[in-house]
């Protein structure tokens, strides 16, 4: 479980800040308005974020649902670690808002986010996180 002041950075891709327009896959139509936050195997291994593989398909908050406010606080909310590198892998690779795909992308569109800025993401307490864009 992640602790008070642990904390990555990672720099946004067109995939990030357009999840339901850029995609490399046509499993679905295109939904504009989504993004993500990815969540990098080291972190995901060392916090111990997990999908719902990881958390035998239960919602725990602190595993794999995260209470989060932006730094500049334009977002509040719920985001779910989600999503794998491999088939049954118990880490999540992503934050998305929980049951709302477009709550991150209408962060990104209302900082002004842009391919090659950077996001913060640090824990404030083990089931509290604050996102910025830096």
Not at 60 to 67: E, K, Q, S, V
Not at 75 to 94: H, I, M, T, W
Request: hydrophobic share 35%.
């Amino acid at each position: 479980m992640a602790k008070t002041g642990d904390t990555y950075t990672i720099t946004l891709y067109m995939s990030h800040l357009k999840w339901g327009e850029y995609r490399y896959t046509g499993s679905r139509d295109i939904i504009y308005g989504e993004g993500y936050i990815p969540i990098p195997k080291r972190y995901a291994r060392a916090f111990n974020i997990l999908n719902r593989n990881g958390t035998n398909k239960a919602d725990i908050l602190g595993a794999n649902l995260f209470r989060c406010k932006s730094k500049d606080g334009l977002f509040e909310g719920v985001l779910r670690a989600q999503g794998c590198s491999n088939a049954g892998d118990p880490y999540a690779k992503q934050f998305a808002g929980d049951k709302n795909l477009k709550a991150l992308g209408d962060w990104f569109y209302a900082v002004g986010a842009g391919i090659g800025n950077q996001v913060r993401v640090t824990w404030t307490s083990p089931t509290d996180i604050v996102i910025e864009l830096i």
